[in-house]
């Protein structure tokens, strides 16, 4: 998240679309790769079901900037698991995975959390068994815990009686698996995203209407799939989350979500909120891996939000942003009528009484429909206890209620967000003090021209000796971003202690009104970062002095001189690019940097290159020694309880041990090169 011209966040890619990616991997012939799969609840469960099934998958244990490897033995080669396979609160898991065991020899029962398990299952059991598979239920009829015994199946024609994706995906699964034509026909369109999957894969998927039903079938399945090669976009979902923030909480700051997913099968919520008011650019990006994505931005809502209908064929293109348009409407003029929604009483919770119970319970006025709700906008303070029922999405919803103006709201169970976002709230918050600290609208909205107003962030860290200050300035200047050195930034407002009257006695007691008096300021010639202190350029040298060196670190391990700064450091970003360098940049400043990069070498390279900093081939002792020197400071630098070093989440890690300075700086120009194509909107 940054703050150029407004706040820019990324969201979690897309749950629907990474358990697929991770099913079908499963099912292809090789080896897939699947870039950005988030860690969220739901895809760790079916990431694990399918490995309890002897597919090999690499790469979740890692921060999640790692692809995920999966080599995929063939249609019908998985193996059976030692135990019951527990797809926790997965709904989309269970049903694809359900479809898929009905084609493998197998006998597998699937089992889930309370919420998972109250879910209706017939709706996929039915049309399994007419394909020849055997369901069984455990314990209830029609719920979890399941047990699916496959093997050769019947080619099927489906007629569902409500579109669902994933009933729909589960028939297409079984089909390809067994190798069988199935058709799916559905009374409104339902999310494609296996559809689109399966065409990648090799298999011919042919859609349309068919008289009054959309029709998905797979006339000719391939007798292999082709393995996977994609990465994930945002979740537009989660994404949603944050465009009700902006349209309730503030009016003032847009808010930019990068590369967020925008197949048209999923953004139906698009069109409503510009119905109540809300200003919502699409700014695409293409289609990497089949998937349209890009940026959506909110100039927030001007006139104030209006109330709306939504029914019909627009809900399934928005059958999990219903929780949204309840919460904008608690806030708009007049009543919303939501109808043609009785699938939202089958999902994670019964998502029309959690959304009616709640509602009424802060104080806003609903009435409930079988398949849907009234709600009465008001403007008076709402408060109280929100239940969250197990669920994600009420809980997120009403999260971002409770953060717009007027609103006090006590969430029962954050944690459930998990599933779909895991740190939803810290990310709230961090936009929350965004919007708090205040930045003036910057105006007319300035990605009315291409590219305006969109900076890339590359932040730089590393330890002492890695090359990132040579490196860091060096891409800067390739590419033609600012360089902001914050080493600079934290040794002027040592420089400028100095000279004040408080010398360097008690840094730690320093107030906000004397930081303040001190008048820090950055400006930028070619790229290259300048300070004022109280007005007046400092020249280099001057920042390099050797009282400063003894003190830098002193002063900027103190919580409020980092605090001061950290707007300050913000505000460089703007422009085309900021390439910033700092032990926290990844983490604290530019958490949301579209590149971080860790650079690390070995200890002993990095001592040879300080002492060839400070201008002498060294001796091997005085390497090693050096060497000795450097591993006590990582071992502070990386326990020190302020700006600790630690690599931030998605960084890269570059060693640099082998690669000369030219070499580093190609190594990071590549990273950046494709978020320079990407900002080209077509
Ligand atoms: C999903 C389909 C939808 C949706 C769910 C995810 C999917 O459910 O509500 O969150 O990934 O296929 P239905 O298929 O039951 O409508």
Redo the contacts with the bound molecule.
């Keep these: 998240m940054d703050r150029g011209e407004g706040l820019t966040i990324r969201v979690p890619g897309d749950k629907?679309i990474t358990?697929r990616a991770l099913i079908l991997g499963a099912l292809a012939d090789g080896e897939s790769r699947i870039g950005a799969v988030p860690r969220g609840g739901d895809p760790l469960a079916t990431a694990r079901a399918v490995a309890a099934l002897g597919v090999e998958v690499r790469g979740l244990d890692g921060a999640g900037s790692e692809p995920v490897r999966i080599r995929g033995p063939g249609l019908r080669r998985w193996t059976q698991p030692a135990g019951a396979l527990d797809l926790c609160n997965s709904?989309?898991g269970t049903r694809l995975l359900s479809g898929a065991l009905a084609a493998q020899p197998l006998e597998v029962v699937l089992r889930g959390d309370a919420s998972l398990s109250q879910r209706p299952m017939e709706r996929i059991a039915a049309p399994l068994r007419r394909m020849g598979a055997s369901v069984d239920y455990l314990e209830r009829p029609g719920v979890l815990p399941m047990r699916i015994g496959g093997g050769a199946l019947t080619s099927v024609r489906h007629d569902g009686e409500v579109?669902?994706?994933?009933?729909k995906?589960a028939i297409l699964l079984a089909g390809i698996g067994a190798g069988v034509p199935v058709e799916v026909r559905e009374p409104h369109r339902?999310?494609d995203h296996s559809e689109r999957m399966l065409e990648a894969m090799g298999a011919e998927v042919v859609e349309g209407w068919r008289g009054d039903a959309w029709s998905v079938r797979l006339a000719d399945p391939p007798a292999r799939l082709e393995p996977l090669d994609m990465d994930i976009p945002g979740d537009f979902s989660s994404a949603t989350f944050f465009i009700a923030w902006a349209a309730l909480a503030t009016g003032q700051l847009p808010v930019t979500i990068r590369s967020v997913g925008l197949n048209p099968t999923r953004t139906g919520l698009l069109p409503v909120l510009a119905r109540m008011g809300v200003d919502v650019e699409v700014l695409p990006r293409g289609a990497p891996g089949g998937e349209p994505a890009g940026d959506l931005r909110v100039a927030g809502q001007g006139a104030g939000l209006q109330a709306v209908e939504v029914g019909g064929d627009e809900v399934p293109g928005l059958?999990?942003e219903v929780p949204i348009v309840a919460v904008l409407a608690a806030r708009a003029d007049g009543v919303t009528r939501i109808s043609g929604a009785a699938?939202l009483r089958v999902?994670e919770s019964d998502r029309l009484a959690a959304l009616a119970v709640n509602l009424r319970r802060i104080g806003v006025a609903v009435e409930e429909f079988p398949d849907g709700l009234e709600i009465r906008g008001t403007g008076k303070p709402l408060s109280g206890r929100v239940e969250c029922f197990h669920d994600h999405r009420i809980a997120m919803a009403f999260g971002v209620l409770g953060a717009s103006p007027g609103c006090d709201l006590a969430i029962d169970d954050p944690g459930v967000a998990d599933v779909s976002f895991p740190g939803f709230w810290e990310l709230l918050a961090r936009v929350e003090r965004h919007s708090v600290a205040g930045a003036p609208h910057p105006g007319p909205t300035p990605a009315a021209s291409p590219g305006a107003g969109r900076c890339i962030v590359v932040a730089v860290d590393g330890s002492a000796g890695s090359g990132k200050s040579t490196t860091a300035a060096a891409v800067a200047r390739r590419l033609g971003f600012r360089h902001l050195d914050s080493g600079a930034l934290y040794r002027a407002v040592t420089l400028a202690l100095l000279e004040s009257e408080r010398g360097s006695e008690d840094v730690e007691d320093v107030t906000p009104a004397e930081l303040d008096a001190l008048r820090i300021g950055l400006e930028w010639h070619d790229g290259t970062m300048h300070v004022r202190i109280r007005g007046t350029l400092v020249p280099d040298e001057a920042l390099r002095e050797s009282r400063v060196t003894s003190e830098v670190s002193r002063v900027s391990a103190v919580p409020l001189v980092r605090d001061h700064l950290l707007e300050l450091q913000r505000s460089a970003a703007a422009g085309p690019g900021l390439v910033a360098e700092g032990r926290d940049m990844g983490t604290v400043i530019f958490p949301s940097a579209e590149v971080k990069v860790h650079l690390d070498a070995e200890i002993r390279e990095r001592a040879r290159r300080r002492l060839l900093q400070r201008g002498r081939q060294p001796a091997p002792e005085e390497v090693d020694a050096e060497a000795a020197r450097l591993e006590r400071r990582d071992q502070r630098d990386s326990t020190r309880a302020i700006a600790p070093l630690s690599r931030a989440e998605g960084a890269v890690t570059v060693d640099t041990t082998e690669l000369d300075p030219p070499g580093q700086t190609e190594v990071i120009v590549q990273l950046v090169l494709p978020f320079l194509t990407s900002v080209e909107y077509n």
Excluded at 163 to 167: E, F, T
């Design positions: 629907s358990q709904g989309t579109a669902s994706a994933q009933v995906s339902s999310r059958i999990d699938e999902k």
